[in-house]
């Protein structure tokens, strides 16, 4: 079926709650919360802490440093909007803040990227939006 799918790179769907994320996004800013009662980093910013049920403070802007948890290269686009993209890598990277998040690493060849590599956010602008990337230091 993937003559359904569509040709253009897929977008988050932002609610309620994932608004000011998305907005800091667009303005080049990735934001995090930490919960007041316990301390824990709530990623994207939310609420209720997912720890305690505690209520959060406002949202902080990230550092922006990170390093490669661990990271795959995807060979086989997953639809054809991807096709163009492929290879890429697939990277769960540790912020300096704790969270660990699910990016792409790019501005570099996928065979440069090594686990504990360190790297930074950027954006990558998707018409409207900005979708957090890593890219080498
Ligand atoms: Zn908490």
């Keep these: ?12 769907t932002p609610n309620a709650e994932s608004r000011a994320f998305w907005d800091a996004c667009a303005d080049g800013r990735l934001t995090f919360a930490r919960c007041t009662a316990c301390g824990s980093v709530q990623f994207p ?3 209720s802490c997912t720890a305690c ?7 902080s802007e990230a550092s922006g440093q ?3 948890f ?3 290269i995807n060979h ?9 993209r492929a290879p890429y890598v ?10 660990r998040l699910m ?8 065979e440069d990227v090594t686990i504990g590599m360190t790297v930074r956010i950027t954006f990558e602008q998707r018409g409207e939006m900005a979708l957090p990337q890593a890219e080498p230091v």
Aim: charged share 10%; hydrophobic share 40%.
């Design 1 to 12: 079926m993937t003559d359904s799918l569509p040709a253009t790179l897929p977008l988050p």
């Design 45 to 47: 910013p939310q609420k």
């Design 53 to 59: 049920g505690g209520v959060t403070g406002e949202a």
């Design 66 to 68: 990170g390093t490669v």
């Design 70 to 72: 661990t990271y795959t």
């Design 76 to 84: 086989r686009a997953p639809g054809p909007a991807f096709a163009a």
């Design 90 to 99: 697939i990277a769960l990277v540790d912020l300096a803040e704790g969270p």
């Design 103 to 110: 990016m792409n690493v790019i501005n570099c060849a996928p």
